[in-house]
C-alpha cells in the first residue's frame, strides 16, 4: 500500500507533524517539557495545561504574568465544561471614575483589574486535575529559582514590551535589572517570583487574595493610586462554570 500524500511533504517548510499519543504546545519549550512532566508524573491533561500556565509565568513573563485572567474550555466524559475566571473590576471604578473618557486606558492602573487567573488555576485543579496542587509548580518554581536561558522568541517580546513598560511602575525593577532586556540565550533568575509562586502552591491559592501576597499588591496600588484602592479582594477571584450542551 503507497503512503498517504500528506506524508510526502511535497512543500517546502520547517514544520512537520508530530505523531504521539499527548502533545503539550507552547510558545516556550520549556513550557511544554513542564506539561509534559506532568504527564508522565500521572496526570492528565488539565494537570499538564496548568503546569504548563503557571511555568509560562517565568519563562515568558512579559506575555503571562501571575495577576492574569483565565479561560478553560474542557471536554470531560461527554460534557463540555467552560470557565471564567476573569478578573472583577475594582472597587472604585465607578462610573464616575472614568467620566469623560472616550476609551479605557491602555497602561497604567487604570487597567488593573482583580486578577482571577491564580483562582482560576485553584478551581481547574480541584475539579478536574488527578496531581497535588503543588506538584504543579515544581517546574515553574525551580526555573525562576534557579535560571533558564532565554529563548529567542522570548527574547523579542521582551524587548519589544521593555519600550512600552519600562516607564510603568516596577517594571524596570523586576524585568530590566540591567537596564535592558536579556537577550536570547542570557540565563534570567526571578527568585522573588519563586516565592510567590511557593506561596500561591502551598496556600491552595490563598495566599494571593487574602494573605501576604494580597497585601503587599493593595499597599503597593494605594501607594501609586492613593484615590484608588485597586485591589479590595473577597477571599478569591470571582470565577463561573458553565455547562455547554
Not at 503507497?2 to 516556550?28: C, E, G
Not at 486606558?105 to 485553584?122: F, I, R, Y
Not at 478536574?128 to 529563548?151: M, Q, T
Not at 502552591?201 to 496600588?221: H, Q, V
Request: some cysteine.
Amino acid at each position: 500500500m503507497s503512503a498517504h500524500p500528506y506524508w510526502q511533504f511535497p512543500h517546502m517548510s520547517r514544520r512537520t507533524p508530530v505523531l504521539a499519543a499527548n502533545v503539550v504546545s507552547t510558545t516556550q519549550p520549556l513550557a511544554a517539557q513542564a506539561g509534559l512532566r506532568m504527564l508522565l508524573a500521572g496526570g492528565n491533561a488539565v494537570d499538564a495545561a496548568l503546569a504548563t500556565a503557571i511555568t509560562l509565568t517565568v519563562v515568558e513573563p512579559v506575555m503571562n504574568g501571575i495577576g492574569g485572567d483565565a479561560f478553560a474550555l474542557i471536554w470531560n466524559k461527554g460534557t463540555l465544561h467552560a470557565l471564567n475566571a476573569s478578573g472583577r473590576a475594582p472597587q472604585a471604578w465607578t462610573p464616575d471614575y472614568f467620566h469623560g473618557k472616550s476609551a479605557m486606558p491602555e497602561l497604567g492602573w487604570g487597567t488593573v483589574t482583580v486578577p482571577g487567573q491564580v483562582a482560576g488555576w485553584v478551581e481547574l485543579s480541584r475539579r478536574f486535575g488527578k496531581l497535588p496542587f503543588r506538584d504543579l509548580f515544581e517546574p515553574a518554581i525551580a526555573y525562576a529559582e534557579n535560571g533558564f536561558a532565554v529563548s529567542p522568541t522570548i527574547a523579542r517580546q521582551w524587548a519589544a514590551q521593555a519600550l512600552l513598560l519600562k516607564d510603568q511602575p516596577g517594571y524596570a525593577q523586576a524585568f530590566l535589572p540591567t537596564g535592558a532586556a536579556p537577550q536570547a540565550g542570557d540565563i534570567w533568575r526571578f527568585p522573588e517570583q519563586a516565592r510567590t509562586l511557593e506561596l500561591i502552591a502551598t496556600t491552595g491559592g490563598k495566599a494571593f487574595y487574602e494573605g501576604e501576597l494580597a497585601e503587599r499588591m493593595a499597599d503597593f496600588s494605594a501607594e501609586q493610586v492613593v484615590h484608588l484602592l485597586v485591589l479590595t479582594l473577597p477571599q478569591t477571584a470571582a470565577i463561573g462554570w458553565t455547562h455547554c450542551p
